[in-house]
């Protein structure tokens, strides 16, 4: 039988169940983040902003995909690659919301710091010769 839910805190590492999840819940994410580009969801852009809300999703997704089959090929560390995933879902649809909705209030400025962390985060453990980096600064 498997390690129970909540593994990484205990032992370091994410169980196979615990993996696919953060990859389901990310891919459900994006999915809902790209639904905003068809037109059932959503009337045609009218200005910059919105052009700009709409269409910087698809970049940053296909980035993390990039970096997470990047991840996959290299030796970093199996604990942060799930995290990572739901971590770029995350950046996609904050881009979508910071800059598609004006008149921010405190929430849009903590998202816009979890943002920054996140891409922090992501940052320092691409970087190279840092494998272990990613447990150090799990956020």
Do not use: H
């Not at 805190?9 to 891919?27: K, M, P, Q, T, W």
């Not at 052009?51 to 296909?62: E, M, N």
């Not at 799930?82 to 950046?91: F, G, H, N, T």
Request: with cysteine; aromatic share 12%.
């Amino acid at each position: 039988m498997g390690e129970p839910l909540g593994g990484r805190v205990i032992s370091g590492s994410f169980s196979r169940l615990e993996r696919a999840i953060a990859y389901i819940v990310s891919a459900l994410i994006a999915g809902v983040t790209l639904s905003l580009w068809f037109p059932p969801f959503q009337e045609r852009p009218s200005g910059l902003r919105e052009w700009l809300a709409v269409v910087s999703p698809g970049p940053i997704l296909g980035l993390g995909i990039y970096f997470l089959i990047r991840n996959s090929r290299a030796a970093r560390p199996e604990t942060f690659k799930p995290v990572m995933a739901i971590q770029v879902a995350y950046l996609a649809n904050a881009a979508y919301c910071l800059i598609g909705f004006g008149d921010w209030q405190r929430g849009a400025y903590c998202v816009l710091v979890a943002s920054a962390a996140f891409v922090l985060q992501i940052l320092l453990v691409l970087m190279p010769g840092r494998d272990s980096l990613g447990d150090r600064w799990m956020l």
